[in-house]
């Protein structure tokens, strides 16, 4: 699957628990755990980045959420803006 794909199920899957943790089950959460850094170490896409940012602030890891945002905003600044980021700034 490509990296974009993995960001981008990582994401969807944290929202789905946010909203209903009973939802999601415990064994894709743990897959998402295991993979997550290596999913955000090959990301490029500035909107995969961002997506990245969202899953890591809903895992409550904002020092990776800051340091995927930052390279989010190298090629999209406007990112950096976005309310969704502000406890980041």
Avoid: H, W
């Amino acid at each position: 699957m490509p990296v974009g794909d993995q960001a981008a199920r990582a994401y969807y899957y944290r929202v789905l628990e946010n909203l209903d943790a009973d939802a999601v089950p415990e064994s894709v959460l743990r897959n998402i755990d295991d993979e997550i850094d290596a999913i955000a170490a090959e990301l490029v896409s500035a909107s995969s980045l961002r997506r990245m940012t969202r899953t890591y602030l809903y895992r409550g890891q904002l020092g990776r959420a800051r340091e995927t945002l930052r390279r989010a905003t190298e090629s999209c600044k406007g990112y950096a803006l976005m309310p969704d980021f502000a406890a980041l700034n």
